[in-house]
């Protein structure tokens, strides 16, 4: 056993990634106390730095979700919904929702102040109905734990394969409030959680706890910690969480460059994860497009910015002349119906096809408000998977292709490997599509289908791509109620068996 880390020196070599060493920089180096922990990202060389009590926050809050879930087997069913049943309720009550709406606000004043986006955090009037059906969905979704999956017959005895809670459920969240009761879901499955959500909705968060959830755990029966928040706005609290061993699954939703730290460190301490940190849709125009569904799938696809929002398209050359004005027209649309000016990327083969109009310098409504540029930007074929994360102005890449199998081989190298749609009417040019592209999600029409609630009537925990391997042995969709393990049980019923030869 070595000794404790007490202390770091600026310019100390470290070494990572099995041959690559990093640098201990002077801001580390000053920062660092005894009882502080610091982690060497294996696949980036990246270092950072928990100080104690986040390290002690965390494992505090990990602990009382590890406690909880050791006391869910003596659960019921019952209570649990009516966990759920009395959560939805607290959110209907309009006097303990109007002391969650003032915590909202000072959230979202702060925010601005910063000069933060604040289209997610804000919690809206269809954002606390979204909620409330969420929860009433979990009251009455058909309990699956301890179900029979399979029973094995032998001679004096059986086995029973039967359904399980995971553990507890590690999960972390950008600043959109309506995702915490979407973490709740983990409970049907016998479950716990243990979650930290953004800085900018923590005054938020800490709201709903004590005018909502914590009364709903209490007034159910359901164990203390059930559901626990770790109380920190520093970013080092989720690396914390993410390092501890007590996680049996780490959840992640938020940028892509953070999602992909967070899912290193959740590996590197041996936890499996669940990310989702790129998005970022396709519609592909098939052969055989119809110009009016193409644009009405365009359109429909750029309502607002979230991960699947249409973010690439790709138009044969032979189909041009006649679906980019259609593409231009839908995109004008959108934002049109945002009172901004759409923002147009391209390569450099399509520029061709883009008329005048959109060449010139325009206004683009960003997160920091109107900033002028360029309406139609030029970049290179290995950047048209990049997600744009926009604000006001729906901003997408448009890429010119020979045919659908181009395209399909442009999605499977550049593309996260998310969301895509063919728009074509042939049902061979489909079936192909289908079985050519490497995508979880597949669609002929919009890409905002794409969503738990939406779709399969499932609050989602979280979407994920196959950016970095497919999903073994469940969909891309993870759910509250799909987070199950399997247990073995052998009931004997002759009490003289035995295994001697």
Same mark, same amino acid.
């Given at each position: 056993?070595?000794?404790?880390?007490?202390?770091?020196?600026?310019?100390?070599?470290?070494?990572?990634?099995?041959?690559?060493?990093?640098?201990?920089?002077?801001?580390?180096?000053?920062?660092?106390?005894?009882?502080?922990?610091?982690?060497?990202?294996?696949?980036?060389?990246?270092?950072?730095? /928990?100080?104690?009590?986040?390290?002690?926050?965390?494992?505090?809050?990990? #602990?009382?979700?590890? =406690?909880?879930? $050791?006391?869910?087997?003596?659960?019921?069913? !019952?209570?649990?919904?009516?966990?759920?049943?009395?959560?939805?309720?607290?959110?209907?009550?309009?006097?303990?929702?109007?002391?969650?709406?003032?915590?909202?606000?000072?959230?979202?004043?702060?925010?601005?102040?910063?000069?933060?986006?604040?289209?997610?955090?804000?919690?809206?009037?269809?954002?606390?109905?979204?909620?409330?059906?969420?929860?009433?969905?979990?009251?009455? @979704?058909?309990?699956?734990?301890?179900?029979?999956?399979?029973?094995?017959?032998?001679?004096?005895?059986?086995?029973?394969?039967?359904?399980?809670?995971?553990?507890?459920?590690?999960?972390?969240?950008? #600043?959109?409030?309506?995702?915490?009761?979407?973490?709740?879901?983990?409970?049907?499955?016998?479950?716990? @959680?243990?979650?930290?959500?953004?800085?900018?909705?923590?005054?938020?968060?800490?709201?709903?706890?004590?005018?909502?959830?914590?009364?709903?755990?209490?007034?159910?029966?359901?164990?203390?910690?059930?559901?626990?928040?770790?109380?920190?706005?520093?970013?080092?609290?989720?690396?914390?969480?993410?390092? !501890?061993?007590?996680?049996?699954?780490?959840?992640?939703?938020?940028?892509?460059?953070?999602?992909?730290? $967070?899912?290193?460190?959740?590996?590197?301490?041996?936890?499996?994860?669940?990310?989702?940190?790129?998005?970022?849709?396709?519609?592909?125009?098939?052969?055989?497009? !119809?110009?009016?569904?193409?644009?009405?799938?365009?359109? &429909?696809?750029?309502?607002?910015?979230?991960? &699947?929002?249409?973010?690439?398209?790709?138009?044969?050359?032979?189909?041009?002349?006649?679906?980019?004005?259609?593409?231009? &027209?839908?995109?004008?649309?959108?934002?049109?119906?945002?009172?901004?000016? %759409?923002?147009?990327?391209?390569?450099? =083969?399509?520029?061709?096809?883009?008329?005048?109009?959109?060449?010139?310098?325009?206004?683009? #409504?960003?997160?920091?408000?109107?900033?002028?540029?360029?309406?139609?930007?030029?970049?290179?074929?290995?950047?048209?998977?990049?997600?744009?994360?926009?604000?006001?102005? %729906?901003?997408?890449?448009?890429?010119?292709?020979?045919?659908?199998?181009?395209?399909?081989?442009?999605?499977?190298?550049?593309?996260?490997?998310?969301? @895509?749609?063919?728009?074509?009417?042939?049902?061979?040019?489909?079936?192909?599509?289908?079985?050519?592209?490497?995508?979880?999600?597949?669609?002929?029409?919009?890409?905002?289908?794409?969503?738990?609630?939406?779709?399969?009537?499932?609050?989602?925990?979280?979407?994920?791509?196959?950016?970095?391997?497919?999903?073994?042995?469940?969909?891309?969709?993870?759910?509250?109620?799909?987070?199950?393990?399997?247990?073995?049980?052998?009931?004997?019923?002759?009490?003289? /068996?035995?295994?001697?030869?």
């Amino acid at each position: 056993m070595g000794n404790e880390l007490d202390s770091l020196i600026a310019g100390t070599e470290i070494p990572y990634g099995g041959n690559k060493v990093t640098v201990v920089t002077d801001e580390i180096a000053s920062s660092f106390r005894k009882g502080d922990r610091l982690i060497v990202v294996q696949t980036s060389g990246d270092l950072l730095h /928990i100080p104690s009590h986040v390290w002690d926050l965390s494992s505090q809050a990990v #602990g009382s979700a590890h =406690s909880a879930f $050791l006391k869910m087997g003596g659960v019921s069913d !019952d209570a649990i919904s009516d966990f759920y049943s009395i959560f939805a309720n607290r959110l209907s009550n309009d006097d303990s929702f109007g002391k969650i709406v003032e915590a909202n606000a000072e959230d979202v004043e702060l925010a601005k102040s910063k000069g933060r986006s604040t289209t997610r955090l804000i919690l809206s009037e269809k954002m606390r109905e979204d909620m409330i059906a969420g929860l009433r969905l979990w009251e009455n @979704v058909p309990p699956r734990r301890g179900s029979s999956i399979e029973n094995i017959e032998h001679d004096g005895w059986t086995v029973d394969l039967i359904s399980s809670g995971l553990g507890v459920i590690g999960f972390i969240f950008e #600043g959109r409030p309506n995702v915490f009761a979407d973490a709740t879901g983990v409970l049907r499955s016998g479950n716990t @959680v243990v979650f930290r959500i953004g800085s900018d909705a923590l005054q938020t968060a800490n709201a709903i706890v004590e005018h909502a959830l914590n009364p709903s755990i209490h007034k159910s029966g359901l164990p203390e910690g059930a559901v626990s928040l770790v109380n920190s706005s520093e970013r080092s609290a989720g690396y914390a969480m993410f390092s !501890d061993e007590r996680l049996a699954l780490a959840v992640a939703r938020g940028s892509g460059p953070a999602v992909a730290q $967070l899912g290193s460190v959740s590996r590197q301490a041996g936890i499996p994860v669940s990310l989702h940190g790129t998005g970022g849709a396709w519609i592909i125009a098939g052969n055989s497009a !119809d110009p009016k569904k193409f644009s009405s799938a365009v359109f &429909n696809s750029l309502d607002r910015k979230v991960c &699947n929002t249409l973010n690439t398209c790709c138009i044969s050359e032979e189909s041009a002349s006649q679906l980019i004005p259609e593409f231009l &027209n839908a995109m004008k649309q959108a934002g049109d119906l945002r009172n901004s000016n %759409p923002k147009l990327h391209v390569t450099e =083969s399509a520029i061709k096809h883009i008329p005048e109009s959109w060449l010139s310098e325009t206004s683009i #409504g960003r997160a920091e408000g109107e900033v002028p540029e360029k309406q139609t930007e030029i970049i290179s074929l290995e950047k048209i998977g990049t997600e744009w994360e926009w604000e006001n102005s %729906p901003e997408v890449t448009l890429v010119i292709v020979k045919n659908t199998s181009e395209a399909v081989d442009l999605f499977n190298k550049y593309s996260p490997q998310f969301v @895509v749609s063919l728009i074509a009417e042939d049902e061979n040019e489909q079936k192909s599509f289908f079985a050519d592209v490497n995508a979880p999600f597949v669609g002929n029409g919009f890409t905002r289908w794409v969503d738990g609630q939406y779709a399969l009537n499932r609050p989602e925990l979280g979407l994920s791509n196959w950016q970095y391997g497919r999903l073994f042995g469940r969909g891309g969709v993870l759910s509250g109620d799909s987070i199950l393990t399997i247990r073995t049980k052998a009931t004997q019923s002759d009490p003289n /068996i035995s295994r001697r030869s």
